[in-house]
């Protein structure tokens, strides 16, 4: 079982950047494909980003060249750099861990999530 907190939410200006953590627990870390989504309100939730156990990153294209994942094997965390903040990045983020050695974009490829962790860009 592997279990996931998020941390570094927060109330941002339109423009600034941000950095999320979510720390990891149980099972093996490096071997998983870690996956951020979000989740607007009255929104579905939507895929963020993703790191392999490579350090292969993908990106949905809202994000490109704004986010960057990365991720510390040594401390089972994962990061988000979020820079360039826009309003319409205001959600819940979370991130998940997937079995699954290849890109997937789906929530359903996901096998355990963190609880989430706010972020609010102010204009």
């Known amino acids: 079982q592997v279990q996931l907190v998020e941390s570094g939410g927060g109330l941002v200006q339109a423009g600034d950047s941000l950095r999320l953590s979510c720390a990891a627990s149980?099972?093996?870390?490096?071997?998983?494909?870690m996956g951020w989504f979000r989740q607007a309100p009255g929104k579905d939730r939507s895929f963020v980003g993703l790191?392999?156990?490579?350090?292969?990153?993908y990106y949905a294209n809202s994000v490109k060249g704004r986010f960057t994942i990365s991720r510390d094997n040594a401390k089972n965390t994962v990061y988000l750099q979020m820079n360039s903040l826009k309003p319409e990045d205001t959600a819940v983020y979370s991130c998940?861990?997937?079995?699954?050695?290849?890109?997937?974009?789906?929530?359903?490829?996901?096998?355990?999530w963190g609880q989430g962790t706010q972020v609010t860009v102010s204009s």
């Open positions: 998940a861990a997937s079995r699954t050695l290849t890109t997937v974009t789906g929530p359903q490829a996901y096998n355990y």
């Open positions: 790191i392999l156990w490579s350090n292969y990153t």
């Open positions: 149980g099972g093996t870390f490096r071997t998983y494909t």
